[in-house]
Structures are given as C-alpha cells and as structure tokens.
Nanobody, 123 residues
Framework: QVQLVESGGGLVQPGGSLKLSCAAS????????MGWFRQVPGKKRELVAR?????????GDDDSVQDRFTISRDNRKNTVYLEMNNLEPEDTAVYFC???????????????WGQGTQVTVSS
C-alpha cells in the first residue's frame, strides 16, 4: 500500500517562504514522476511542477511560479520538495503531492495523491 505524506504548509506573510516535503512509502516496482499540484475552492487542481527520477522538471502554466519556486527530489528517501519563495496571496491553496508509481513489473503506472497541505499567504 502506497502512502504519500506531506508536511511544511502553513500561514506566511506575503514575501515569505515555505518548503513543502512529501515522502512516499510502501512497496512498488518503480517510482516515476513526483510533483506538486494546488487547488483553490471552486477551481480545478492545477500542476505546479513535477520532476522525474532523472531530474527532468515540468512546470505548470503559471509562469510566475517558475521564478519563485524550486522543485527537487531525493531518490534515496523517495521524497520530493517544493521550496516556495517570495510568496504571494495568489499562491494560497491546498497543495497536493502526486506520484506516478508502477506497483507490479509490467503493469502501467497509477497516480497516487497525498492528503493535501494548506498554504495561506496573508498579512
């Protein structure tokens, strides 16, 4: 059984920083892409960034994020990080960790999600 456990969310003032962490645990054949999505009430969940096991990064559609956020990964710890700097009120959302995992050799990958962590940017 796969679990993704997130940490690091909270309340921060505009211009502040937070670092999110997500650790995957369980049993699998292959842990592929890991990443972060975010969602605000009434809107669909959107990609922030994701990173492959080889380090290739794919950013979402919000151009301002790429200038302020850094995604990284520790393959030995099965953990993905999102370092967020110069946070803006528009970054307020629930941030979800995502991982694409192949459970059994020869099967296709499935999406797994963390429970979500709230990030609130407010003065």
């Amino acid at each position: 059984q796969v679990q993704l456990v997130e940490s690091g969310g909270g309340l921060v003032q505009p211009g502040g920083s937070l670092k999110l962490s997500c650790a995957a645990s369980g049993s699998w054949n292959s842990l592929s892409t890991m990443g972060w999505f975010r969602q605000v009430p009434g809107k669909k969940r959107e990609l922030v960034a994701r990173i492959t096991s080889g380090g290739t990064i794919n950013w979402g559609d919000d151009d301002s994020v790429q200038d302020r956020f850094t995604i990284s990964r520790d393959n030995r710890k099965n953990t993905v990080y999102l370092e967020m700097n110069n946070l803006e009120p528009e970054d307020t959302a629930v941030y979800f960790c995502n991982a694409q995992i192949v459970i059994k050799f020869g099967s296709s990958w499935d999406n797994y999600w963390g429970q979500g962590t709230q990030v609130t940017v407010s003065s």
